[in-house]
């Protein structure tokens, strides 16, 4: 009977862990990812600014909506995840000539649950920017580059 007992504590204190966790772990966060494409910058802001090419390569489905960057080599946009519903704010920086193009992307967000948030954090929020970036590069015939945080 002491047992049953003893892992009902241990269960419900793995679960007030995660919630303490996630609740001390800033709810926003703010990641820079940055890698070097053999193609022309003009060809990449091309890309980029063509909101109805990201489902062709998108790694996962969203809805894109553009806003006013102030600045001519930014690209922001407002990404909602289509199956998380997750809202992020994406800001492109693609500088270059016609030979290579090095593309930062600045992925900022906010998670609001605490115990996604305790995960999020423990795998790291970078991870979405990467899988962007590399999707990217794949779909302009460049595979196993190399993506550095900033």
């Known amino acids: 009977m002491y047992w049953i007992l003893a ?3 241990v269960i419900a204190a793995s679960l007030i862990a995660l919630v303490v966790g996630g609740l001390v772990t800033p709810a926003e966060y703010r990641v820079v990812r940055r890698m070097r494409l053999q193609r022309s910058a003009d060809d990449i802001r091309a890309l980029l600014t063509d909101l109805s090419a990201y489902e062709q390569w998108a790694p996962s489905p969203c809805t894109i909506q553009r806003q006013d960057a102030g600045d001519a080599q930014s690209i922001v946009l407002q990404v909602t995840d289509d199956d998380t519903k997750v809202q992020l704010h994406w800001e492109w920086r693609i500088e270059g000539d016609v030979a290579h193009s090095d593309v930062t992307l600045t992925e900022s967000g ?3 649950n605490p115990v996604v948030r305790f995960f999020a954090a423990l795998r790291g929020h970078g991870a979405g920017a990467e899988r962007t970036l590399r999707a990217l590069a794949e ?6 580059v190399s993506i550095e945080g900033l």
């Open 7 to 9: 892992i009902m504590a």
């Open 110 to 112: 906010r998670v609001g």
């Open 139 to 144: 779909h302009v015939d460049e595979f196993g």
